[in-house]
């Protein structure tokens, strides 16, 4: 029977920062735009750290009764090393998940966005069919593209539509930022699994790209960010704020380049997950103060 501290890992504390970083933005734009809801950020941030935690048991649960797990390095996976039932592993996820619903049915009544309903249901079901079910997406190489969507664009403006109404274009560029670091933890994880997704028919993008490719790939998604941040400081130079997370961003970056592997890529994870936290904080202030200007 796995420990607490076991159940606590299999949770995959590394990823929670593409659960608080979208909230973090989203509700720095919502403070540009007039809006201070402390009430409705902390609801935001729970559907989001609900779904995260609930996506992470998810793919343990679901990885590990096809085997996908038995051979990994990286995270303790609960299924994968027989710690924890199957069934015990897939209740928790659902539980996540029901938790995540409560939270996103009471934000959306007091915001009166009752079509986020819809969005809140597809972000659940895009959850489990990442690696649940007879044709998992994330086994078809789409893992990244529904990273950027839901932890992107889906998550930041959610929270900005909920609090303050109609997003400004820098929520917008925050929302595309938030997106392309998310994607890089998840390529950071994928390239670190490569040999062990090929053995086990585990199509993700990165057996795809092959291992060069994706190395370019994280390196383009960890700078693209910093791009959009120069450029939107040309709009509002609060948002060049994000540029002072860039030295966290030339380590990873550079071991990643340098060929590192197996171990070393679980260090690049969590370098990563501070890198997409810095730059959301740090975007986070510079809308919130380049609306208020």
């Known amino acids: 029977m796995a420990t607490l501290n076991q159940w606590v890992q299999g949770a995959r504390p590394r990823t929670l920062p593409t659960a608080v970083s979208p909230v973090v933005v989203g509700t720095g734009a919502a403070i ?44 303790l996976r609960l299924v994968g090393s027989k710690l924890a039932e199957a069934s015990a592993v897939r209740s928790v996820a659902f539980g996540c998940f029901v938790v995540a619903g409560l939270a996103g049915l009471t934000l959306v009544s007091l915001a009166q966005q009752w079509w986020l309903i819809a969005v809140g249901a597809l972000c659940i079901a895009g959850a489990w069919f990442y690696t649940g079910g007879s044709r998992p997406y994330g086994y078809a190489g789409l893992g990244e593209v529904a990273v950027f969507v839901f932890f992107g664009p889906v998550a930041v403006l959610g929270t900005v539509v909920t609090q303050s109404g109609p997003p400004s274009p820098l929520a917008v560029i925050g929302a595309v930022g938030v997106g392309l670091l998310a994607c890089a933890l998840l390529v950071a994880n994928n390239l670190r699994d490569i040999p062990t997704d090929t053995a086990s028919g585990k199509r993700t993008l990165a057996v795809l790209l092959g ?3 994706t190395r370019r790939l994280y390196v383009a998604l960890v700078a693209v960010p910093f791009v959009l941040s120069a450029l939107a400081g040309l709009r509002s130079w609060p948002m060049l704020l994000a540029l002072l997370a860039l030295p966290l961003a030339v380590p990873p970056a550079r071991q990643v380049l340098g060929g590192a592997d197996g171990r070393a890529l679980v260090r690049v994870l969590g370098a990563t997950g501070l890198l997409l936290l810095a730059w959301s904080v740090l975007t986070g202030v510079g809308t919130a103060l380049g609306g208020l200007r």
């Open 211 to 213: 291992d060069a490719d």
């Open 32 to 75: 540009g735009a007039g809006t201070v809801a402390p009430g409705r950020a902390l609801l935001a941030l729970l559907v989001a750290v609900a779904l995260v935690v609930g996506v992470n048991y998810a793919n343990d649960y679901s990885d590990g009764i096809r085997g996908t797990d038995d051979d990994r390095v990286g995270p």
